[in-house]
């Protein structure tokens, strides 16, 4: 009888477990180091941890069903706490506030307008890894989410760039090191200039970037396909300008992340291996490095075996020298005898290539390629142009008035790009390579 009554009371509290697992905070309730929300499909957990060797605290969001412990979010990434003396709890004014007891100190906020807020405000953990602060109980009005305030990584269903209405700019910056979630050197964000695209940082400089959405991919990521585990929804308009991954199977854990060593990397999990496999991660090659030619030039990595640059039909090394003993920095210069302006110019066209960097081209969307080359070409200061949209038939245009820069070819899944040249040029270059010839 005992046994029974030990076995009932064993599973009771284990049914107990199960059904009040808390994937939220409510306005009377807190969390304490030690405790964790956990979402409702297992998928994260929410709690205090310390990172690598480190003894500080954080909270922080993670994989609550991978064994290898793995950061998402953090919330006070640059204020930690000393001790396990953190509560996270909501506020008397609707906030989620986290606090050092042992200081009576705040030490990390969402700073929601008080306005916008009740008393009654609750904050839940979503199986996407998404915490969201509720206006109210109800949960009809979304107040503060993590995924509009990312640390290191991009989660599926996290929607990436610019809400246009409110002027946020979801963005990733690394970690410090492994044992510090402190602010990083290096930067993923959206910048809208010229056309949308997405640039690697170090600092204030660019290291790398996506190249347009052209309407099936970045230019600059020709990897980036159709996958067989996610699909990609690209979003402009006056709203927004964001990018989105949705996984075809929920179950796949998958996560891109803004790396301490200036890499950015997709990874999924395992499990099997019980390990992160990465398959895919940039930049992968000198070609990847932002400007590595210079201005007027193309980087061909099959070009390897004589020198990975060369300028565009039409231009010649700035510097001669340097560029013999295989320095690109300085780029290159239209020839000197080249008349590009009113004289029955025309383009060479560049295929599977990586466009030059958008943020000071022009971009005319009703446009389609012949008109586009026809608008080009009315303008002496132009002095390339491809389509906007390469997607069935192709559509929309793109021209560039001044330095090409950031050129790069691929074996396949590039675009072309139309340089425009002399009609001496033209002649010249009746057969050349990977350039074929286009005259109006």
């Known amino acids: 009888m005992n046994k029974k009554k030990e076995i009932l009371t064993y599973f009771l509290v284990f049914i ?97 307008s008080s306005i916008t807020l009740q008393k009654s405000s609750s904050a839940q953990l979503m199986e996407t890894g998404n915490f969201v602060l509720f206006q109210d109980q109800s949960r009809s009005v979304i107040a503060w989410q993590s995924f509009d305030y990312p640390t290191n990584t991009i989660l599926p269903n996290m929607k990436a760039g610019w809400n246009r209405r409110t002027g946020l700019n979801t963005f990733f910056r690394s970690w410090k090191s492994l044992d510090d979630p402190g602010t990083g050197e290096y930067l993923y964000k959206l910048e809208l200039n010229g056309t949308p695209q997405f640039f690697l940082y170090k600092g204030s400089d660019w290291l790398w970037r996506t190249g347009p959405w052209n309407g099936l991919r970045w230019s600059g990521v020709p990897e980036m396909y159709p996958s067989f585990i996610y699909n990609i929804s690209y979003v402009e308009n006056d709203d927004e300008v964001t990018i989105t991954s949705v996984m075809k ?89 080249e008349s590009v302006c009113g004289n029955g110019e025309g383009f060479i066209k560049v295929t599977n290539a990586k466009v030059p960097d958008t943020s000071i081209a022009l971009v005319n969307k009703n446009l389609g390629l012949t008109a586009c080359q026809e608008l080009c070409l009315k303008n002496c200061s132009c002095t390339a142009c491809a389509s906007a949209n390469i997607s069935g038939e192709g559509n929309g245009c793109i021209t560039w008035h001044g330095n090409l820069v950031d050129i790069r070819q691929f074996p396949n899944n590039g675009q072309d790009l139309y340089i425009r040249v002399s009609a001496a040029e033209l002649g010249i270059h009746n057969k050349f390579s990977k350039l074929s010839l286009i005259s109006i």
């Open 16 to 112: 107990f477990r199960i059904c009040s697992s808390a994937d939220t905070i409510g306005p009377n309730q807190s969390l304490k180091d030690g405790d964790i929300l956990v979402s409702s499909g297992n998928a994260f957990a929410l709690g205090f941890f310390s990172p690598g060797k480190s003894r500080n605290r954080y909270i922080g969001i993670w994989y609550n069903k991978v064994p290898e412990q793995t950061v998402v979010w953090v919330a006070n990434r640059d204020n930690p706490i000393n001790g396990t003396s953190g509560v996270f709890a909501i506020d008397p004014a609707g906030n989620l506030v986290l606090s050092d007891e042992s200081l009576n100190l705040s030490v990390w906020s969402t700073n929601v």
């Open 249 to 337: 199977d929920p179950s796949i854990f998958s996560r891109m992340v803004v790396k301490e060593s200036g890499i950015l990397e997709r990874l999924t999990w395992q499990g099997s291996e019980r390990g992160w496999a990465r398959f895919w991660y940039a930049p992968k090659d000198q070609c990847d490095n932002y400007a590595h030619c210079g201005a007027y030039s193309n980087c061909d990595l099959l070009n390897l075996s004589e020198f990975e640059c060369s300028c565009l039909p039409g231009f010649e090394p700035q510097q001669e020298r340097q560029w013999y003993l295989r320095e690109a920095s300085y780029g290159c210069k239209r020839k000197k005898e």
